[in-house]
C-alpha cells in the first residue's frame, strides 16, 4: 500500500448505529487530519492530530470521535450522526517540519450516507 | 470572511489551450503557504503545486505554474496544453499558522473545469 488509504471507501448507517472510519499513511508523515466535504462548501477541518495529540478541534459536535493511536493510523469514531452528517470524509497526512511546504496527502475519502 | 476566494465555479477550456484559475486569498500572516489541489471525480485530492509566502520567483510543476502576485494576495493557477484528464474539481487552499502552533489548511469552494475534446 502506498500513499493515504481508508477504509470503508463507501458507508450507510442508520441514525442510532456505531460505524468507525480508518485512516492510514504510509508516507512516514507526523500529522494527520480529518476534513468533512459537503456539497458546494468549502472543505471543513475537523480534527488535527500532531505527533499522535489533538490540536485541533474545530467545535465539532461530540457525535464524532477521533482516535490516533499512532502516527500511522487515524480513526473516526461515528456515534447517533444526523443525516446532515452525510458527506465525504477525507483523511490526509503531511510532514511538519521547519523547512519545507508541508504539503497534505489525501485519501479517496469515505462516502458516508445517513439514513 | 473568507479566507480564500475562488469566483469561477465553473470552466471551459479547448484540449490544449491554456487556461487560468482565480484564487485570492486573506491573511494577516507574514509567513503562509499556497497550495493547489485537483479533485478527480474519483474523490481523492491530489497535490499540484505549493508557492511560499517568501519565494520571490513563480512556482512552476510541469504544465501548471502558480502567478503569485503577493500585493494583490493572489495565487492564480495556469494549466498549460490542457488535456482531457485535466477535467476536475481544483481547489485553492492556505496554510497558516494556528493558535494552538500547528498548521491550519483552509479552503476555497473550489473551480470545476471541463476540458473540450
Known amino acids: 500500500e502506498t500513499g493515504v488509504t481508508q477504509t470503508p471507501r463507501h458507508l450507510v448507517m442508520g441514525m442510532t448505529n456505531k460505524k468507525s472510519l480508518k485512516c492510514e499513511q504510509h508516507?512516514?508523515?507526523?500529522?494527520m487530519y480529518w476534513y468533512k466535504q459537503s456539497a458546494k462548501k468549502p472543505l471543513e477541518l475537523m480534527f488535527v492530530?500532531?505527533?499522535?495529540?489533538?490540536?485541533e478541534n474545530n467545535s465539532v459536535p461530540s457525535r464524532f470521535s477521533p482516535e490516533c493511536p499512532n502516527s500511522s493510523h487515524l480513526f473516526l469514531h461515528l456515534h447517533t450522526l444526523q443525516p446532515e452528517d452525510s458527506a465525504l470524509y477525507l483523511c490526509?497526512?503531511?510532514?511538519?517540519?521547519?523547512?519545507?511546504?508541508?504539503?497534505?496527502?489525501f485519501g479517496p475519502g469515505t462516502r458516508l450516507t445517513v439514513t | 470572511a473568507q479566507k480564500i476566494t475562488q469566483t469561477q465555479p465553473g470552466m471551459f477550456v479547448q484540449e490544449k489551450e491554456a487556461v487560468t484559475l482565480d484564487c485570492t486569498y486573506d491573511?494577516?500572516?507574514?509567513?503562509?503557504?499556497l497550495f493547489w489541489y485537483k479533485q478527480p471525480s474519483s474523490g481523492e485530492m491530489i497535490f499540484l503545486i505549493y508557492?511560499?509566502?517568501?519565494?520571490?520567483q513563480n512556482a512552476t510543476e510541469g504544465r501548471y505554474s502558480l502567478n503569485f502576485q503577493k500585493a494583490r494576495k493572489s495565487a492564480n493557477l495556469v494549466i498549460s496544453a490542457s488535456q482531457l484528464g485535466d477535467s476536475a474539481m481544483y481547489f485553492c487552499?492556505?496554510?497558516?499558522?494556528?493558535?494552538?502552533?500547528?498548521?491550519?489548511?483552509?479552503f476555497g469552494t473550489g473551480t470545476r473545469l471541463k476540458v473540450l475534446a
Open positions: 490526509a497526512s503531511s510532514q511538519v517540519g521547519r523547512t519545507g511546504a508541508h504539503e497534505q496527502y
Open positions: 508516507l512516514g508523515h507526523n500529522a
Open positions: 492530530y500532531s505527533l499522535e495529540e489533538r490540536v
Open positions: 491573511t494577516s500572516d507574514q509567513s503562509y503557504g
Open positions: 508557492q511560499g509566502s517568501y519565494d520571490e
Open positions: 487552499a492556505m496554510r497558516e499558522v494556528s493558535r494552538s502552533g500547528t498548521y491550519k489548511y483552509i
